[in-house]
Structure formats: structure tokens, C-alpha cells
């Protein structure tokens, strides 16, 4: 391996438009990044999202962890070429179950059709107001520890059962947020009994069958005394996720490139107490061109500090299934199906409302 390869193995980097241009394919042969995430930037049609996720494949020398965020309602990538899915929110308010675990079914057939082998949810996140600024607005299972456990776990078994690995978010919770993490970085100060006591319950429940976990940013002295980010934060990843819990999937980071790491920290020492903090995968979703200094510093971390992580990056790649055969007709049929639960869950006629209309995206895409 080349000392860029060394470092580009923890991350998960995205790309900039529609089809590879010649500076990224440069940079992603250079470091040989771990996965790629994709956005509503890098749709534009069927067969060219095909076409982009096969060439990705391709452009490095293992086989890539090509993930996305598809949950339903407004975060939903996908309906940039297809029906929009119901939210989370639709959904648990419908209280069905079988409807959920329906989507989390038809969600991993869509996601396998295009290439793509880990969906970035469920969202494991308790909403204490379904109407606060904390990014989490319907997308959410419950208003309970009990109602996200039920319906964000059938999701992740229909997911699954697809073959498409799953990722619950946000750890250690964005429930208490009351500002956007895009944005700046929450102070949350519910106490280690609090948060064991709800918002850690639907981990703890359904652990077992994680493929991945997310890690939010979120300030808490309550389980970090010197007040770091989460996703920064040993006593948090290392200590409750690993030591506490003996969760043995991967962990990644929410997106480095949020206001609440980008207005606290240097891009350097992010990257380093990423990684020693227990993370195994650092999610660059924007900052495309700084992918080959993340690679740079990550290369210099000594062993003791990243086996570990590189062991379980080696071990969630070997579950990595192949896509399925590619053909229109086949995304039209699940597509049709896609709009049956709409109907399903919503009625006949609100299901001809989306949330937002198509190609109108904010500049920051939620995650």
C-alpha cells in the first residue's frame, strides 16, 4: 500500500456531480478511500447513477462501501428519479409494522439496483418535539424509546433481509438538540441515567443487528468532562460503545464537514481524534479535494491506534453484497411499488403531495 492508500482506508469521501471528473478519479485512485457516499447532486438519472456507482467500483482496487442516505420523506435521495417514500413519521404514525418493514424491503431493492451496499439509517433517535430545529423534523420512529425499538427495528430487518447493511444514527442523540448540527454544535446535558433510560434504548435493543452505528456531534460534559464533540470523544466511542457495550460493528462519523466540527476544530486534528477516538470510518461528504490531506494525516496514525479499526472495516467488507442486474424496467416496478406505500400510509390523495418539489435541495443536505 502507498502511504495515501494507508490513510484513505478509513475514509468515506464523496464526489462532486454526476459522473467522475478526471481530478476526483485522480485523487480517489491516489488514496483508495474506504467508500463513497452519494448525494442528490449525483443524480440525474437511472442509468447514469448506475453507471456512476459501477464506475466507483471499479476506480479502486477492493471493493468499496457505496453508501447513501435513503430514509424516507424529505431525506430521501432518490426521489430525484423516483417516487418519494413515506417518512419515518408518516410511517409510525400509521402504527403497521408490516408497512415499515415493507419499506425497509423496497428500499434495500432499490438501493442493490443501483449499487449501493449500506443504507446510512435507521434513525435511532427519540423525538422529544417533532417540531424542533435539531435536523431530526419526521424522521424519526417514535415519541418513544418503545415506538423507535418496534418500527425503526422492522425497517432494519426489511433492509437487511435485501442484503443492504444498515447504520443507526445519530449516537450518543440528537433527541435534547435544540439547534441543527449542520450548523453549530449542540449542547446536550442529559445526564448518563437519562439518556440509558431513552434515547440509548433502541441501540442497546437492536444492536445485534447494526451492521454500523453513527456517531452525531454533540457536546455532553455529562459523559465527556473536557466538553469535545462526540464523534471526537474516547469516553463516548471507545468507552460506552466499545468498553460499555461491547459493540463489535463499525462506527462512523456523522459528516465532517458539519458547522459543529468546521466551526470548532482544525481539519487535521478532526481527522487524527476521529480515529482515536474509536471511530473506524470518517464520513468526508463535501470538502471533496481535502480527501488527499485526511489521507495524509490518517497515514501517520501508528499501528496500536488503527488495527483495530482496520480489522473491522475488513470485516463489514466481506458482507458487502454485490448490486443486482440493472435494467429500467426493473426500477419502474419498484418504483410502482414505492408509490403503493404511499398510498398505503398516507391515503390516495395526500400521497400526490411531497415534501419538497424535485431538484430544489438545500444547500446543506441533511444526513
Known sequence: MTELSLGGRFLIIGVPGVELDSETREVIQEIQPAGFILFGRNIKSSQQLRNLTDDLRFSVQHEPIITIDQEGGRVSRLKEIGNEPPSARQLREKRDPSLIEWHGRLTGQLLRLFGFNLDLCPVLDVSFDDEADNSLKNRTYGRTAEDVIRFAGAFNRGLRSEGVLSCGKHFPGYSAATVDPHHDLPTINRTLVELSSCEWQPYRAIQSELDSIMVGHIRNIHLDPTGTASSLSRP????????????????????????????????????????????????????????????????????????????????????????????????????????????STLGIEAAKTRSTDIGKRSPVETY
Open 236 to 343: 463516548m466511542i471507545q468507552g460506552v460503545l466499545r468498553e460499555q457495550w461491547r459493540y463489535q460493528g463499525c462506527v462512523i462519523t456523522d459528516d465532517m464537514d458539519m458547522g459543529a466540527i468546521l466551526n470548532e476544530y482544525g481539519f487535521d486534528d478532526s481527522m487524527r481524534m476521529a480515529i482515536e477516538a474509536g471511530n473506524d470510518l470518517i464520513l468526508l461528504c463535501h470538502r471533496v479535494p481535502m480527501a488527499k490531506r485526511a489521507a495524509e494525516v490518517l497515514s501517520q496514525l501508528p499501528e496500536n491506534t488503527t488495527l483495530a479499526a482496520i480489522n473491522r472495516i475488513a470485516a463489514l467488507r466481506t458482507r458487502l453484497a454485490a448490486p443486482s442486474h440493472f435494467s429500467l424496467k426493473r426500477h419502474s416496478e419498484i418504483d410502482t411499488e414505492v408509490y403503493k406505500l404511499r398510498e
